[in-house]
């Protein structure tokens, strides 16, 4: 593999996947729904079909589901035995009802999906409900219910204006959003958050562009990266390395945009439409096929 071939195996998955992440983007107005729908889709758990269901039943809201262990005392840390299947004390308690209306609604939804055959749930699904309601309940408890509250006030704080106003903080530059990045960490106060995790938040919302350039080093893209050899080319395979590498090929799109090129290019979510890297019959309908080193 050398970098010549690497800038043309990346730029055909962004190119040929482009009907499909185009349509990504989000409004800042809808970060609120979107942190729980993307904050907590991981570990192959396709929480995105899960929104109907949560819509249906009028819990998919911070404040609904943060209500819910804002109703009852819980445990802090993540105990499988205690929440760790439909079967298990928590949701018998919530379906009891003791954690309140929309505990008992949650443990429908749950239910329902699980019927559903076409939702993955992943490996660690249960952690990571529990893991959402801990956030959701921390967000109602100190930010009203909201995670765009949440970063206006860490944002805020971190460069000394307590009340920081939406117009203000979506024109900060890149620069301000890496410094701020590098040195608060916000997400370590969100359960089950992590950088990864944080850049899928906010990278696609349209009205921050300081986010043009937030890279989720994901599985699909580690994926990518490996299968068709271009992991030889960085070293360390890390997500300072690769992003730096992407940034340096100088290709006609933002980091972001390359980013979930590549995702929706070789990810399981999108394998009906795309798929390629998974598995060899799509590999040999790939267009770059002859110059990539094809590890499968």
């Keep these: 593999m050398n970098e010549l071939n690497a800038s043309r195996i990346i730029q055909n998955a962004v190119e040929y996947t482009r009907p499909r992440w185009s349509q990504y983007d989000i409004s800042w107005k809808n970060i609120d729904t979107e942190f729980i729908l993307r904050g907590y889709e991981q570990q192959g758990f396709q929480f995105f079909k899960m929104k109907p269901i949560l819509e249906n039943l009028s819990i998919l809201s911070i404040d609904c589901l943060g209500t819910i262990l804002y109703n009852r005392t819980h445990k802090q840390k993540y105990d499988r035995q205690f929440a760790g299947s439909l079967t298990s004390q928590f949701y018998k308690e919530l379906q009891e009802g003791l954690y309140g209306i929309e505990g008992k609604k949650l443990f429908e939804a749950i239910n329902t999906a699980l019927s559903q055959k076409n939702i993955k749930f ?52 890149e620069t301000e959003w890496e410094t701020f990045l590098q040195k608060v960490k916000p997400w370590q106060e969100l359960k089950g958050i992590g950088p990864n995790v944080f850049d899928f938040i906010i990278g696609d919302v349209i ?36 992003s730096s590498f992407l940034k340096n090929l100088n290709l006609n799109f933002t980091l972001r945009q390359i980013n979930k090129g590549i995702y929706t290019y070789c990810s399981e979510t999108e394998g009906e439409n795309y798929g390629f890297c998974r598995r060899p019959n799509k590999c040999q309908n790939c267009n770059v096929y002859s110059i990539c080193d094809r590890i499968l």
Excluded at 123 to 144: D, G, M
Excluded at 209 to 237: C, E, M, W
Aim: charged share 20%; glycine share 4%; hydrophobic share 35%.
């Design 122 to 173: 992943g490996s660690t699904f249960w952690k990571l409900i529990y893991y959402l309601l801990q956030t959701c309940f921390f967000l109602k408890q100190k930010h009203s219910s909201s995670f765009a509250k949440y970063l206006l006030s860490k944002y805020g704080s971190f460069i000394g204006t307590p009340d920081m106003t939406e117009n203000v903080f979506l024109n900060i530059s």
């Design 207 to 242: 009205e921050a562009p300081f986010a043009r350039n937030s890279y989720k080093f994901d599985d699909s893209n580690q994926h990518f990266f490996k299968v068709t050899g271009i992991s030889q080319l960085l070293k360390p395979f890390d997500r300072e390395t690769t």
